[in-house]
């Protein structure tokens, strides 16, 4: 195998703004962000609620959430899939390998990481402000949003390890989605498939644009939590 | 503006309060009535926050009343608190501000209006727009204290508000509570320390071990106490 040319070939796809390649990036970033997105509508109100109430059974459900942000791709893939096949409950919505249906499965893998790290945050800031917010007047569901707006640097980074999450997985995408070419192929299926055809120079391409994603993810979130240093003193 | 009829005297009857299977307030009476400034006198874990918090209805009384004279229209608080360790929100200066007024349902104007009097009226004018937390310890708690008095309050209450600051600070909040006590707020402040007792007190109230021992007029008070425990505290012999 000539590494020489495969990287060549991989760079003449990314400086010539290959069509195939840019429909591929763009779908997979489409699809993530706006998982992240609706995870993040989802989950800060739910993390910040669970943080502030008390009930029977909290814990256990803390628990379950801390271990859906585990869940193996594929299993929320597979979940989707049950809902959204032909038999399924919501079949006749004909979502079956569409990027909704990807959209959807990257919500479950997402959402619990939003809801798990925004209770741990919130509930940290409620401790603190605790006296203070109650002095004023805000008890319970009226102290969210001061809570999520003063801990909205920690909560970029949750919402970042979200996104990072939904654009590094291929699991459930895979399933649901069905890597049909030009239409619900993402970076990561493309690379799969591709990997195996022996197509190495899209691959590594596509693997080299993930990986800046990454490093991008990660200087942005590094530059929230020293924004956020600054203003927590 | 405002509605004229007075919160105060406030009112605390046989109040008691209850923690982890352990009486921690007993049976504590006395009334505030408008005016002048009442020291919470007493050792270190003699109930003097609980009593705050009471007070303020951050905690309920387990047996007992706390009782307003007058619950106020449209359920705003007329009694404010300022805490041990300043609360600072991750925000500015200004925005601390704004933040408690609009809890309290004021409009933005009647906000901004207010918080720029506030910094105006504590020094803090020049700091609005920095970050809260990144004030020095003086500057953060006299914030709290603007930040309290922005709400209009007629009661003030504070808990220990100098015990992490150092000798100068200490002296400038001093001088804020006199000016604020000055201008006719009614102020309830606790404290350990005896030197800031004797300097602000017009009353105290002297707790140990959740009971009220002693409630005098201040001067009487330190001319000599009658509670052996009151007695033993002025002489540095306390207990606890």
Known sequence: MDFGAIFQAAFALMVGLDPTFLAIVSLSLRVTLTAVFIAALIGLPLGAALALSRFPGRPAVIVCLNAMMGLPPVVAGLVVFLLLSRSGPLGPLGLLFTPTAMIVAQVILVVPIVIALTRQIVEDLWAEYRDHLRSVGL????????????????????????????????????????NIAGYTRTMTTAITLETSKGDLALALGLGLVLIVLTLMINAVAFGASRVGARYAG | MRDTASILPLRVENASFQGEGRLLIDAVSFTIP??????????????????????????????????????GAGGIKRHAMVFQKPIMLRRSVEANVTHALAAAGLAGAERRQ???????????????????????????????????????????????????????????????????????????????????????????????????????????????????????????????
């Open chain 1, 139 to 178: 008890e319970g569901l009226r102290a969210i949003p001061t809570l999520l707006w003063d801990g909205r640097f920690a909560l970029a980074t949750a919402l970042l390890a979200g996104f990072g999450r939904a654009s590094a997985e291929v699991g459930a995408v895979l399933v649901v989605g069905g």
């Open chain 2, 114 to 240: 207010r918080c720029g009097e506030a910094l105006a009226r504590f020094g803090l004018s020049e700091r609005a727009t920095q970050p809260a937390r990144l004030l020095s310890g003086g500057e953060q708690q006299r914030l709290a204290i603007a930040r309290a008095w922005a709400l209009r309050p007629e009661l003030l209450f504070l808990d220990e508000p100098t015990s992490q600051l150092d000798p100068a600070a200490t002296r400038q909040i001093e001088e804020l509570l006199a000016g604020l006590v000055a201008e006719g707020i009614t102020v309830m402040m606790s404290t350990h320390d005896l030197g800031q007792a004797r300097r602000l007190a017009r009353r105290v109230l002297f707790l140990h071990r959740g009971r009220l021992v002693e409630d005098r007029d201040a001067a009487e008070f330190f001319a000599g106490p009658q509670a052996e425990e009151a007695r033993a505290f002025l002489a540095g012999e306390l207990i606890w």
């Open chain 2, 34 to 71: 408008a005016g002048g400034l009442t020291v919470l006198l007493g050792p270190n874990g003699a109930g003097k926050s609980l009593v705050l918090r009471l007070c303020h209805g951050l905690l309920e009384p387990s047996a007992g009343s706390v009782r307003w004279a007058y619950s």
